[in-house]
């Protein structure tokens, strides 16, 4: 289950000579199953699943059941009409005896199970609470002021707590006894001698449950834990959780749950806990009610209706293929992978595609994961996918007519509208016509698009033969020609410089030493520098990058600690200090992709150890983030150590519902934070990814919110966890699937 992957860790890795690998074992991977409410004005109050496998939700206007509803494709609740008498009553109770459903209404206790014999009488025209004892005639029940209990169709006891208000009821079968939480107290009523007893009081008093022998006691400010042996409470509040303010307590499957006014969660082994928040789990926030669904699954009842957490056991293997479909599916726009901005409250049937700024970058991360995965597998359906991307990628090339000059992305022609005084040549937001008039294209191609192309390329080029790898090297050696002729510039279609494609000295030398872009472009060059000489041996390559390391400084700058960059001093350029405002993370992405190429074609073997230092010395920086990718790209360089545990934690936790929905988590209880800084960490542990509002690698990790923007957007997870996996796969650090 979800956060237990730890206790298994132990058992699956095994040692090589060289790195450890992970055993890929089945684990239970958790999702969500949304119904809405039609009418959010409509109270809920309880929600249980009988032996069948038929979910009931008790309203204000009878019973509604689940209809429709899938993963990613939400159903509603409508009205239960199985049995027409039911809808004639005035329901206020629903509950489970003998995995059969019971209900409470205006004068009686009854059910349709047992062919109907269960109709028993209590005599109090406003109950709304009741709880079963320890067979099916036996219920105590409540209006909030009497209790009665009902023993085979006769009532044998009546009373009143003590200057309280019953709020809820709980069965002990090993004391034959019954809970009762008030307002402000807590009582057993003894079935044995049918006395009713005030144990403990505690104003403010909201949800309680029986666990085993204990009672959980929820608050606005936390939860108790009631031991009735010693008759006192087992240590102190509660209160580092994620949201105090508790509304139900369950134990569902062997789990306690808890729910309040900002979502659920679970309470793990290890004392921490799982956090189910917003769309991504739950129709609504506020939790109303809790209890054990079917085939191992959870239901969270909220205000605007029911979420089902459910748990499919899969390896890592399986959740990829779930992510395959989804790539295929939507996110494949001539070829590139694409995310998709454009969803109607995360209605999957509302997107369309659309050119993004870095959909290169993404499709040459999504390429790679496919051209590991044909690697590792031989599937055909794989190499398939990375060619198709592959020529999208050489597309961007032949389109722009600049030889060594790619584009940003395309569209046809006149889909992108713009006023006729912005004519200067070209559309707005760089955008011109392709020559053969029928598409356009878009210039400001950045540095980080040239680290995408590089990646791809490279990768085609070692790890194929023949054409395709032919065509692969032909692009790299047009692209760093293109460069070099344009003294160390990409020049667009305007004939001036892109606003990132800057690797001259006297841009790159130009910033303070702290300044981050003055590391990476010096890094991302030499390393464009030495995979061009080795794939084409052409000797301009290798006297340019040196010119670089040895006259300009660069190896001085690309060797500089992570350490030394920070925020630059009040006399510095405005543009370097916008630069260096805070930690730029679309910089790590660039440093790692490129890191392959800086170090495993270094040009000796003292590069290489200096540049091995180097990439080990940002890794180190990383680590907190648990980021398989920057895990992975570091143990290809024969690294021993590389938090694969914490990759595999990442892998696991990664969420199969990839739609951006609201996200917030500033205020949890039980996260502890730290104080503002340049690297933008907000807690001492990044969260899970299926907790958190970011999941790509190029942004902020420990971001804790995400509040607006909901369900406008589905990211692909062709390059979030696809490379990952599939990159751990070649390097031999995940194993196949094991049976």
């Not at 004639?88 to 059969?100: E, R």
């Not at 909201?206 to 010693?230: R, S």
């Not at 543009?575 to 890191?595: G, I, Q, T, V």
Request: glycine share 8%; aromatic share 14%; net charge neutral.
């Amino acid at each position: 289950m979800k956060g237990f992957y730890a206790l298994l860790l132990l058992v699956v890795f095994t040692a090589n000579a060289q790195q450890a690998v992970y055993q890929d074992i089945v684990y239970d991977q958790d999702y969500s199953v949304k119904h809405y409410l039609k009418d959010t004005t409509l109270a809920l109050s309880r929600v249980f699943a009988d032996r069948n496998g038929v979910i009931q939700v008790l309203s204000a206007q009878g019973l509604l059941q689940p209809n429709g509803g899938q993963f990613q494709y939400p159903g509603t609740l409508e009205p239960v009409r199985a049995y027409r008498p039911m809808a004639d009553k005035k329901l206020a109770g629903l509950a489970i005896v003998q995995k059969q459903f019971v209900y409470l209404d205006d004068q009686t206790v009854l059910s349709n199970a047992w062919a109907g014999k269960l109709l028993a009488r209590h005599g109090l025209p406003k109950a709304r609470i009741f709880c079963p004892g320890a067979d099916r005639f036996s219920f105590l029940v409540s209006d909030g002021t009497t209790l009665r209990m009902l023993q085979d169709s006769a009532v044998i006891w009546t009373g009143k707590l003590a200057a309280d208000q019953v709020k809820d009821i709980r069965f002990e079968a090993a004391q034959n006894r019954f809970w009762i939480l008030g307002e402000q107290s807590v009582s057993a009523f003894s079935l044995a001698d049918k006395s009713l007893k005030t144990v403990f009081r505690q104003p403010g008093l909201t949800c309680f449950e029986l666990v085993k022998t204990q009672l959980y006691l929820g608050t606005p400010d936390g939860y108790l834990v009631f031991d009735p042996a010693l008759n006192k409470p087992v240590g102190p509040m509660q209160k580092k959780l994620p949201v105090t303010d508790l509304t139900t307590i369950s134990y569902a499957h062997g789990n306690l749950w808890f729910g309040s006014k900002l979502g659920a969660f679970m309470l793990r082994p290890d004392g921490k806990f799982n956090y189910y928040y917003g769309e991504r789990w739950v129709p609504g926030n506020r939790i109303i009610h809790i209890s054990e669904g079917p085939e191992n699954s959870v239901l969270l009842l909220t205000n605007k209706g029911l979420g089902e957490i459910r748990f499919k056991p899969m390896t890592l293997y399986d959740k990829s293929l779930v992510y395959e479909k989804q790539v295929r599916q939507r996110h494949i726009r001539y070829g590139f992978n694409c995310d998709v901005s454009t969803l109607k409250n995360g209605d999957l049937s509302t997107f369309e595609m659309g050119q993004r700024d870095s959909d290169n970058l993404w499709t040459a991360m999504y390429l790679v994961s496919q051209l590991y995965r044909h690697k590792v597998t031989g599937d055909p359906e794989a190499q398939q996918n990375w060619m198709e991307s592959f020529d999208a990628m050489e597309r961007l090339f032949t389109i722009t007519g600049m030889k060594g000059y790619f584009a940003r992305g395309f569209e046809r022609k006149g889909y992108f509208k713009f006023k006729p005084e912005q004519w200067d040549g070209g559309l707005t937001n760089g955008w011109t016509h392709a020559k053969d008039g029928n598409w356009d294209w878009r210039g400001t191609t950045s540095s980080d698009q040239t680290v995408g192309q590089f990646f791809a390329l490279t990768q085609i080029a070692e790890l194929t033969d023949g054409a395709t790898r032919k065509r692969a090297i032909d692009l790299i050696d047009k692209l760093m020609t293109n460069i070099i002729n344009n003294n160390w510039y990409l020049i667009d279609f305007d004939g001036k410089p892109t606003l990132w494609g800057k690797w001259h000295p006297d841009y790159v030398n130009g910033f303070p030493t702290m300044v981050g872009d003055r590391k990476i472009n010096s890094s991302n060059i030499i390393a464009f520098l030495q995979a061009a000489y080795h794939f084409t041996q052409k000797p301009i390559y290798k006297e340019k990058a040196y010119e670089l390391m040895q006259k300009h400084g660069y190896l001085e700058n690309l060797l500089r600690p992570m350490g030394e960059i920070g925020k630059t001093p009040p006399n510095a350029s405005d543009w370097a200090k916008m630069l260096s405002k805070e930690w730029n993370h679309s910089d790590d992405e660039m440093y790692f992709l490129a890191y392959g190429s800086l170090y495993r074609y270094a040009f000796d073997t003292t590069l290489k150890t200096r540049f091995g230092a180097t990439i080990k010395e940002h890794w180190e920086f990383e680590r907190p983030e648990k980021n398989s990718l920057w895990n992975f790209i570091y143990a290809g360089t024969g690294a021993k150590a590389f938090d694969l545990e914490e990759s595999i934690w990442h892998l696991q936790e990664f969420p199969l519902d990839m739609i951006e929905w609201s996200v917030v988590n500033s205020h949890r209880k039980d996260l502890e934070f730290v104080p503002e800084n340049f690297r933008e960490q907000t807690t001492t542990s990044v969260l899970p990814p299926d907790e958190r509002p970011e999941l790509k690698h190029n942004r902020n990790l420990f971001k804790l919110d995400r509040p607006g923007g909901n369900g406008m957007s589905e990211l692909s997870a062709g390059d979030s966890f696809l490379l990952p996996y599939w990159m751990g796969r070649y390097l031999g650090v995940i194993s196949a699937p094991v049976k």
